[in-house]
Nanobody, 121 residues
Framework: EVQLAESGGGLVQPGGSLRLSCAAS????????MSWVRQAAGQGLEWVSG????????SYLAAVKGRFTISRDNAENTLYLEMNSLKPEDTAVYYC??????????????WGQGTQVTVSS
């Protein structure tokens, strides 16, 4: 059974940093691309960043490029999102999601339960 469990969310002041983690199990982690997707209250889903299965090739939403860094530890079956210079508009529930391919795609077949990130003074 595929399971994705996010952690690391919380309340942070503007300009602060957070590191999200996603522990994966139930599939060959290194064989699939992974993504982070967020959803602000009352808004739709917004893809944030993706990383290929093993090459480490990454992609970012323009609004977070240069502030967020996605990475993965295939030995530990864990996906990360390092978020710096956080802004109030980054406030959302952040989900990790599994692609159905090795290379990044927008087809995501499994999702975690999400972790809340709130950026406020």
């Amino acid at each position: 059974e595929v399971q994705l469990a996010e952690s690391g969310g919380g309340l942070v002041q503007p300009g602060g940093s957070l590191r999200l983690s996603c522990a994966a199990s139930g599939f060959t982690f290194s064989g699939y691309a992974m993504s982070w997707v967020r959803q602000a209250a009352g808004q739709g889903l917004e893809w944030v960043s993706g990383i290929d299965g093993g090459t480490g090739t990454t992609s970012y939403l323009a609004a977070v490029k240069g502030r967020f860094t996605i990475s993965r530890d295939n030995a530990e079956n864990t996906l990360y999102l390092e978020m710096n210079s956080l802004k109030p508009e980054d406030t959302a529930v952040y989900y990790c999601a599994k692609s159905n391919t090795y290379y990044y795609s927008t087809t995501l077949d499994y999702w975690g339960q999400g972790t809340q990130v709130t950026v406020s003074s």
